[in-house]
């Protein structure tokens, strides 16, 4: 398919080689060899040899005769190089550039709709902000004079002229007047630093937003792993960023002035009613009319709310989609259709807040004309009473009136406010029980599967099913299977990311189900497939919560071949990195994790899912060994994808279809040619030949 086109392979195996036109070999940032394969094959002490030579200690039966007996060599060559060969630390990829420092800007709250949608689209289709304005060059034409400009200081003059002008009395006057002002200011704030050094010692404390927000993260955090699954990042940044906002700022405004509006009224129409008893005539149908205009608008306005908060998450969802893959979309020439479906998102926001704001208006109408009757039969009353009444009375009443209608309007629209934002408390109710805690945490490592099933969430397949094995303290135990086999559902249901459907999975005699979340995977340590970092300092990354000290992380960066990485980096330690380890390749973010598994101490389980998939063979032994010595005495779960990585294992555990198939050692299994393991192993050493 490909026959006349320009193909580049860049790989870390020497296997395909042999295929390809010109070879280019790259060692520590810089060419190191140029090339045809026969050429560089020659050169016995060029890079590409010995990468050769190494990659041949991998590959296992290479005689299609006696499989069993080769592959058993290989073993032990691979033991051998394990423990005798110095394999000097690999420079993993050439040094990345850090962050820039970026400036937020403040961006006001109601903004041009038409303005936004135009920065939007121009940051899609990659001009930028500047692409929105351009200006047209010439030459220029002055049609009238150009201003005489001054130079340097404005003279004192100026400045006494200023001041005689306003008159020295006055100057001198307003200047101890403000003096005299930010003396009261400064003076009240001495006397209570007085006052509370002599009663009370004030124990500083965080902002209670702090703690709310705290809360609220901890709370999602600790959803299961279904909740994300089912919920899109568009919902969960609608009730963060609009729900919660009308719960903590709207609705407690409106409850206020309900309160302080209904008392006002109640003294209003007390005192209308002592200066006119005629006024008890208006306030039945007044109220009745209110009533029904209220209810006739909530009918409309709680559905209005809801299409209007539903219709936010599918447009915030998209716009973050959009933003995290700005590089593929432009790549793709798909910007058009980004815009086309970020502009019917907005649209039907709009629609939906523009239909809020017309039945908001058409309430303020109906209560308006309400008010100005009755204005208008106060005043008609005023003139049939204009006899047995005094005129100041009625005064005092019309005043009192003209303010009753305002505040019964306020208090109409209050309620019906409320009705309509407590529609967001309706749609965030939900709070995470209390994790369970206990005292026996995880000592020694040793894991035992009893009759356990699971699956991702309800009305799913199960995963795992009636899983039933006994796991070791300090045991060092291999993870195989084919795809789909259940390989990472096991050290997800270790982490209790998925919760048991039947049976349970105790560590060190402590059922996990009985343990809180935090208790429980602090005692753990992973190594994922998918590397991830936060955005932050390396130093934050490998001790996010400050608790080792500097000699340790290095310690861990050296264990970890990164050493030599981090030292050329301009800030070291202090470096910053981008969220998820953009200006990482993928094998350092790996290898980032990797140190930061290294320095969890209190660990007495470690999960490797595929965690040396992304890196070189050379740097893969360097790791093995670094785990080999970090984590002697614990009990390692390594899921394979090399499988020459997990031949030195303890045990081996086959998984198919969510069952154990096979589990015992890797030698009973390299004899059984009938085992499940010697046929994955013959696959896999058939893939490296070819």
């Known amino acids: 398919m490909l026959a006349g086109e320009t193909r580049i392979l860049v790989t870390n195996g020497a296997i395909h080689l042999q295929e390809v036109d010109q070879i280019i070999v790259v060692k520590q940032g810089r060419v190191s060899q140029d090339g045809t394969y026969n050429t560089l094959i020659q050169d016995t002490l060029g890079d590409l040899h010995r990468m050769i030579a190494e990659s041949k200690i991998i590959v296992s039966m290479e005689s299609d005769d006696e499989p069993a007996a080769q592959l058993e060599t290989d073993f032990q060559a691979v033991e051998g190089m394990i423990q005798d060969e110095k394999v000097e630390q690999p420079v993993v990829s050439e040094k990345r550039p850090t962050i820039q420092q970026r400036k937020s800007t403040k961006v006001e709250e109601e903004v041009d709709l038409y303005l936004a949608w135009r920065i939007f689209d121009s940051i899609i289709r990659g001009r930028g902000v500047d692409g929105l304005c351009v200006f047209q060059s010439g030459e220029e034409h002055n049609v009238v004079d150009d201003e005489v400009k001054s130079e340097g200081r404005v003279d004192w003059a100026v400045y006494r002229y200023y001041f005689r002008s306003m008159g020295y009395p006055v100057f001198f006057f307003f200047a101890l007047v403000c003096i005299a002002y930010l003396g009261t200011i400064s003076g009240t704030q001495v006397w209570l630093q007085i006052w509370g050094n002599e009663n009370y010692k004030v124990v500083p404390s965080h902002d209670n937003h702090y703690w709310i927000l705290t809360y609220l993260a901890w709370s999602l955090v600790h959803s299961p792993l279904s909740f994300f699954d089912t919920t899109s990042s568009g919902k969960i940044i609608n009730r963060f960023a609009h729900d919660f906002s009308t719960i903590d700022l709207r609705l407690p405004f409106s409850l206020l002035t309900i309160f302080l509006n209904i008392m006002v009224v109640i003294m209003q129409i007390a005192f209308c009613i002592a200066a006119t008893p005629y006024f008890l005539i208006l306030m039945v149908p007044l109220f009745g009319c209110y009533y029904y205009f209220a209810a006739y608008y909530l009918v409309s306005s709680r559905e209005i709310k809801r299409l209007d908060s539903a219709a936010r998450s599918p447009m915030y969802a998209h716009f973050g989609e959009t933003l995290n893959g700005l590089v593929t979309i432009r790549g793709y020439g798909a910007a058009d259709r980004f815009s086309t479906q970020a502009t019917q998102l907005l ?139 259940g390989k990472s559902s096991v050290t997800m249901a270790l982490f209790r990311m998925i919760e048991a459907t039947e049976g349970r999975i105790v560590i060190d005699g402590v059922d996990t189900s009985t343990l809180g979340l935090e208790e429980l995977r602090s005692r753990l340590t992973i190594i994922p497939q998918d590397p991830f970092l936060f955005g932050g300092t390396i130093r934050a990354n490998l001790d996010p919560f400050s608790r080792y000290q500097e000699a340790d992380l290095w310690a861990a960066l050296e264990a970890a071949s990164l050493k030599q990485y981090v030292s050329s980096l301009p800030g070291n330690l202090l470096t910053e990195v981008e969220n998820g380890g953009e200006n990482m390749s993928l094998g350092q973010r790996q290898l980032m994790n990797l140190a930061r598994a290294m320095l969890n101490k209190n660990s007495k389980v470690l999960c490797l899912d595929e965690a040396t998939a992304a890196i070189d063979i050379e740097t893969d032994n360097a790791v093995q060994r670094a785990l080999r010595k970090s984590f002697a005495g614990c009990t390692v779960l390594t899921i394979a994808h090399r499988i020459n990585t997990i031949l030195d294992s303890d045990r081996i555990l086959v998984l198919e279809h969510g069952r154990v198939a096979e589990f015992d050692k890797p030698s009973a299994f390299l004899a059984d040619h009938n085992s499940i393991f010697y046929s994955l192993v013959n696959s896999h050493d058939s893939q490296k030949k070819e």
């Open 347 to 485: 649209d039907q926001s709009q629609q939906v807040f523009y239909l809020t704001n017309t039945t908001q208006r058409w309430l303020q109408v109906m209560l308006q004309l309400l008010s100005d009757i009755v204005t208008t039969f106060t005043a008609l009353m005023a003139v049939v009473q204009r006899n047995s009444a005094s005129a100041g009375v009625f005064a005092i009443v019309l005043n009192e009136i003209t303010g009753f209608t305002q505040n019964v309007q306020a208090v109409m629209s209050s309620v019906c406010d409320i009705e309509t934002t407590i529609v967001s408390v309706e749609r965030a109710p939900y709070e995470i029980p209390d994790a369970k805690t206990d005292k026996n945490r995880p000592q020694h490592g040793g894991i035992e599967f009893q009759n356990y099933s699971t699956r991702y969430r309800e009305g799913l397949d199960l995963v795992l099913k009636n899983v039933n094995l006994s796991i070791r303290a300090g045991e060092r135990v291999g993870i195989v299977g084919r795809t789909g086999a």
